[in-house]
């Protein structure tokens, strides 16, 4: 499993969630495991150099089809101008053809959207989640801003984890994150390092759009207006204050790789007529 498991760290075309997950599924501290692999003109053979490896370290995959995909390349007054940057592939791993045929099972529900319990427990029980977040996968929250909160604590407190948990004093969970902690740290301590890191930066931010909305509060999306490390990106934050989208906000970013804490600051300005000038649209292609 070297050769999965350095690719995992070395990989440009993986984010750091799925360089986590595939640690760890190398490791076998997960039996199965969900990826997507970017290519563009910086790492075009990486995807030869991952199916490699993948065939010498004897892993059961499912590969998906190529699809283009974009990235934000400037904003130029009321418009987000979007280019295309590359291809992108998912790949599902297994250590077992029976974990496959469970997948195969799991997608097959999927597409005709059926047994959603069922579904979620397959799915569940498929990549190694504890049953009581399994349990709680899908339920329709009572209170959505709770809930969001919530999500955003979990993902500062279970940066590891490829699942939501079902509460954040889940002791199962709080048991896994701790047994990858140990395990990645043992395995690449330069892997780790780098997952510990935290840049700051300040920056003006636009409401891109709403995830949430409650009388509680709001969680938006925010696309940040400075680039970070040659790119734009697009963060969520949860505010009570209301903003429509297009309204421009000082922001801090607290950067880390596998997520990101935002808090907004003053409100400077509104974008009229705000909007995305996407490619592949235009081009008719699927992203």
């Known amino acids: 499993m070297k050769q999965l498991l350095d690719f995992a ?18 490791l076998r501290l997960k039996p199965a495991a969900s990826i997507y692999l970017r290519i563009s003109p910086e790492n075009l053979d990486e995807a030869y150099a991952f199916e490699h490896a993948l065939r ?9 089809r190529e699809k283009s995909y974009e990235e934000v390349r400037k904003i130029a007054g009321n418009k987000v101008v979007w280019g295309l940057a590359g291809l992108w592939i998912d790949y599902d791993l297994f250590h077992t053809l029976e974990q496959r045929k469970k997948f195969l099972e799991y997608k097959r529900l999927w597409e005709y959207q059926r047994d959603e319990k069922r ?16 349990a709680t996968y ?34 199962k969970s709080i048991a896994l994150s701790k047994t990858f902690a140990q395990a990645i740290k ?25 995830n949430m909305e409650s009388k509680q509060g709001y969680d938006y999306v925010v696309l940040a207006t400075t680039p970070f490390r040659g790119k734009y990106w697009f963060y969520t934050v949860l505010s009570q204050k209301k903003y429509a989208v297009g309204t421009v906000l000082t922001a801090t970013i607290r950067h880390h790789p596998t997520y990101a804490d935002v808090r907004l600051g003053a409100e400077k300005r509104k974008i009229k007529n705000f909007y995305h000038e996407r490619m592949l649209p235009l081009l008719k292609r699927e992203y």
């Open 9 to 26: 760290i070395l990989a440009r075309g993986l984010s750091p969630k799925d360089k986590v997950k595939l640690v760890l599924f190398a």
């Open 56 to 64: 010498m370290s004897k892993i059961v995959y499912c590969r998906g």
């Open 119 to 134: 579904r979620n427990r397959i799915a569940g029980e498929l990549y190694g989640y504890p049953s009581c977040c399994i």
């Open 138 to 171: 899908g339920k329709k929250p009572r209170n959505p801003y709770a809930f969001y909160k919530q999500l955003h604590a979990i993902d500062a407190t279970f940066p590891l984890l490829p699942y939501m948990p079902c509460k954040l004093t889940c002791p």
């Open 186 to 210: 043992k395995a690449s301590p330069s892997f780790w390092d780098h997952l510990q890191e935290v840049e700051t930066y300040k920056t003006e931010v636009i409401i891109d759009s709403r």
